[in-house]
C-alpha cells in the first residue's frame, strides 16, 4: 500500500460525508485500471468504496476541467433544489461524477486527480456486451444479453433515458463530454439503472482535451477532419448512436462498404436513410439478409417519431450538425414510450401485451425494440451439432486450395467464419478456399430456436511456402522429387 497526501481539496457537494475534506488516502500499490489520462485505484475513502483516478504527468488541464465541472454542479444542482426539480444525486447516469479533485503528494512527486463512487460487480461495462464482434467473448456476450436472457424493449427504453437524463443536465451546465462511445458507460441490468463515467476529457465553456474515438459514434465532420474539436453537436451525434445501438447494436450505415465523405455524399443524393439499391457497387452484399432484416424491422416495430428522429439524426443531421436531435429532444419522445418509467418496476424477462377493453392490444408492452414477446412457452426444438468438421489437408503450398467439408444436424442456419469474414453455406456440405497464410476457419451452426443457440467448430490450415531454388547452390531443381537439390545435391531448407 502507498499514501497519498492531500494538500488541496475541493468537493462537489454532492455527498455530505465528503463536505469536510479528506487528508491522505491509502492506495494499493497497483492500479486496476488505467488510460490515456491517468491511473485508477479501488480504495476505502470515509468508509466507501471509491476509484480515485490519479493524473498522468501532463494532467493539468484534465485537472481543471474536473474543477470547471465541480463548479458547474454545485450551482446547477443548487438552482434544481431551489425549484424542487430532480437533484443530481438522484440522476442515474451521473452516479459517476466527480465527489471531490484533489492535489497531493503520493511517493515524493505532485499529482492530481478525483474521486468518485467505485462501480462494483453487477455493474458491466456496454462496450463488453455490444461492440464489433472482435472475439468470442463479445460474440458470446451479446448472444446472452440481446437473445437468451433478453434486454427488454422497457428495460433498453430505461437505459436510454438515464443515458438522456444525464445528458441534458450535462448539456445544461455547458459541458461537452466528447467522448461517448460504449467503453465509457455501464449498464446494471438487475436495478436497471445507466451510469457514464470519464469526465476530465470533456470541458465546460472550452475545447475538450480530446475527440473522441475513431468509430462510428464519432461525428462525420471529425472523422473526416473537417472539424478539430468536440462540441455539443458532436455529442448529439454520439448521444443517437448510442439511442441506435441500444434499438440495434450496429452502425446505422452497416450495409455501406466506403463511406468516406465523398461517397456517403453520393449515398444521399440518391437513398433516404434506410433504404439502398442492393445492385449498389457500394452496397455490402455481405450483409444483404442483415440489411433486409434491419430495413424491415425497422419500418415495421419501430414507432414512426422514433424512426423520424433517426432519419433526422442520420440522414439530415449526416452533414448538418444543427439537424441533429438535442438530449432534451430524444428525451421528450422516449419518455412516452414507457409510461411512468422510473416508478414501474422491472419486468420479468418478457411481458405479454395487455388489451385495453375495446380488446386491442395497447403499445405499453409492444416490443417497440427488436425483443421477441413470448406469450407461451414454446416446444423446446433439438440443440444443432456439428458431427464432423475436416479438411482435405491441414498442411498445403502456397497457392493451393484446400476444401472443408461439414456434416451438421438439426439446424437453421450454417456460416462460415475467416477473421472478420462470414459465408453462409447454408444448404452446402463443402466449400473451397485459398488461404495465402497460416489460416483459421470456424463453421458456426444456429439452432432450430429463431438463432437463439449457436455452435462452432474451428480448424486450422497451415501454409507452407516453398522455394525452386537451393538455399546452397542456388540453382532451380523439381521440389515435388526429394528434398535433396538435384543439382549439389545438398538437402534443401524450407
Not at 178 to 196: E, S, T
Not at 388 to 406: C, P, T
Not at 411 to 434: A, P
Request: glycine share 4%; charged share 25%; aromatic share 14%.
Amino acid at each position: 500500500m502507498k499514501t497519498l497526501i492531500i494538500t488541496e481539496y475541493k468537493t462537489t457537494k454532492l455527498q455530505s460525508m465528503f463536505n469536510d475534506g479528506v487528508a491522505s488516502i491509502r492506495l494499493p500499490d497497483k492500479p486496476f485500471g488505467s488510460g490515456k489520462f491517468g491511473e485508477i485505484y479501488k480504495c476505502t475513502v470515509n468508509d466507501t468504496q471509491q476509484a480515485v483516478k490519479i493524473f498522468t504527468s501532463n494532467g493539468e488541464k484534465s485537472y481543471r476541467t474536473i474543477c470547471n465541472l465541480q463548479n458547474a454542479v454545485i450551482d446547477y444542482n443548487q438552482g434544481l433544489k431551489s425549484k424542487g426539480e430532480k437533484p443530481i444525486e438522484e440522476i442515474n447516469a451521473l452516479y459517476a461524477l466527480p465527489l471531490f479533485s484533489f492535489k497531493g503528494r503520493l511517493e515524493g512527486k505532485v499529482v492530481m486527480g478525483y474521486s468518485t463512487n467505485f462501480l462494483d460487480e453487477n455493474w458491466e461495462n456496454f462496450n463488453v456486451m455490444f461492440s464489433e464482434e472482435t472475439s468470442e467473448d463479445i460474440r458470446k456476450y451479446k448472444q446472452k444479453y440481446f437473445y437468451e436472457e433478453g434486454l427488454t424493449a422497457e428495460l433498453r427504453l430505461k437505459f436510454i433515458l438515464d443515458l438522456l437524463e444525464g445528458f441534458k443536465a450535462l448539456q445544461s451546465m455547458k459541458f461537452v463530454y466528447a467522448d461517448l462511445n460504449p467503453q465509457n458507460f455501464f449498464i446494471n441490468i438487475a436495478k436497471g439503472k445507466l451510469c457514464l463515467i470519464d469526465y476530465d476529457s470533456g470541458g465546460v465553456n472550452e475545447e475538450p482535451e480530446t475527440i473522441g474515438k475513431n468509430d462510428d459514434w464519432m461525428a462525420p465532420e471529425i472523422r473526416s477532419e473537417e472539424k478539430t474539436t468536440a462540441n455539443l453537436y458532436t455529442d448529439y451525434w454520439s448521444i443517437a448512436m448510442a439511442v441506435h445501438y441500444f434499438y440495434n447494436p450496429c452502425s446505422p450505415f452497416f450495409y455501406i462498404k466506403g463511406q468516406s465523405k465523398k461517397l456517403m455524399q453520393q449515398y444521399f443524393a440518391n437513398n433516404q436513410y434506410p433504404y439502398i439499391d442492393t445492385n449498389n457497387s457500394n452496397f455490402n452484399k455481405e450483409y444483404l439478409t442483415e440489411y433486409l432484416c434491419y430495413k424491415k424491422d425497422l419500418l415495421e416495430n419501430v414507432p414512426p417519431k422514433m424512426l423520424e428522429a433517426f432519419k433526422k439524426s442520420f440522414q439530415n443531421g449526416y452533414f448538418n450538425p444543427n439537424a441533429r436531435l438535442t438530449s432534451i429532444q430524444w428525451f421528450a419522445l422516449i419518455k412516452p414510450l414507457v409510461p411512468d418509467v422510473y416508478k414501474t418496476p422491472i419486468p420479468p424477462k418478457y411481458k405479454t401485451p395487455q388489451a385495453n377493453k375495446a380488446g386491442h392490444v395497447t403499445d405499453v408492452y409492444k416490443p417497440v425494440l427488436p425483443i421477441p414477446t413470448i406469450v407461451q412457452q414454446p416446444k423446446p426444438k433439438p440443440n444443432p451439432t456439428i458431427n464432423s468438421f475436416i479438411a482435405d489437408a491441414s498442411v498445403i503450398n502456397k497457392g493451393n486450395s484446400v476444401v472443408l467439408r461439414w456434416n451438421v444436424s438439426n439446424f437453421s442456419k450454417i456460416f462460415l467464419n475467416e477473421g472478420i469474414k462470414y459465408i453462409d453455406v447454408t444448404g452446402q456440405s463443402q466449400y473451397r478456399v485459398n488461404p495465402l497464410q497460416d489460416t483459421k476457419y470456424k463453421i458456426i451452426v444456429t439452432a432450430l430456436d429463431n438463432n437463439k443457440t449457436t455452435i462452432e467448430r474451428e480448424i486450422e490450415i497451415k501454409v507452407i511456402f516453398v522455394s525452386k531454388y537451393c538455399n546452397h547452390c542456388g540453382r532451380e531443381y523439381d521440389t515435388s522429387t526429394s528434398k535433396f537439390c538435384s543439382k549439389c545435391g545438398k538437402e534443401r531448407i524450407i
